[in-house]
């Protein structure tokens, strides 16, 4: 038996109040969902940062070895080998950009055609040519055998005669991920008596 102290408090029972708990258990069950979709949201939202971050990170090439190609006493063009940064990804040449900066000039250069010849390199554009490609995909660096040699027309970039002795220059090589190397590459101090065309490590 119940024994009821005051008779005068009862519960709340009938269809309004049916009413009441089901739009509360309604209320309580899309605020869940909302939470449920934004946790999701954000933790997409997280790899999906993370992994650009990773990829900015490791998929880059590296320098292997510079040289510079003597022209009326100064340097006429740049030629580096490049090769996949260790536990990089696939570079496609093709989609990566240099930003070429020296004492007096700034430009951003870009690849020119696949296949393109070492005379193709202009103002704008740096030119690739293949040492070693196992497997015919030319123009993407997608094995660390792979060496490509990268040139840089130094001469039509400064609009003059060249880079003169002891001038650096700064290379950003930039994949389409955004991963960087960078390259600082300083004249040698003496040119007098090389002969045009002879190569000269940077």
């Known amino acids: 038996m119940f024994e009821i102290f005051n008779k005068d408090e009862r519960g709340q029972v009938g269809i309004g109040t049916l009413i009441v708990f089901i739009a509360m258990v309604l209320v309580a069950a899309i605020a869940a969902g909302v939470l449920v979709n934004t ?18 990170v490791t998929n880059r090439v590296d320098v292997v070895n510079t040289h510079g ?18 536990g ?14 020296s004492d007096e000039t700034v430009q951003t250069l870009t690849n020119t ?3 393109a010849a070492k005379g193709n390199a202009d103002d704008t554009n740096f030119a690739l040519t293949k040492i070693t490609d196992d497997d015919g ?16 027309n130094a001469t039509a970039i400064e609009g003059s005669s060249g880079l003169d002795t002891g001038e650096q220059v700064r290379l950003d090589i930039t994949s ?9 590459l300083t004249m040698p101090q003496q040119l007098a008596g090389k002969d045009d065309g002879e190569p000269v490590e940077l």
């Open 69 to 86: 190609q003597v022209q009326d006493s100064s340097i006429e063009n740049i030629t580096m080998t490049v090769r996949l940064a260790a």
């Open 176 to 184: 389409r991920t955004g991963g960087t190397t960078q390259v600082i």
């Open 137 to 152: 995909s030319f123009g993407v660096l997608n094995s660390q055998e792979d060496r490509y040699n990268v040139h840089i």
């Open 39 to 56: 946790a999701g949201f954000l933790q997409a939202t997280a790899e999906d940062a993370g992994q650009e971050s990773v990829n900015k």
């Open 113 to 115: 055609t696949a296949g």
């Open 88 to 101: 990089s990804g696939a570079v496609d040449m093709n989609e990566t950009s240099i930003k070429y900066i």
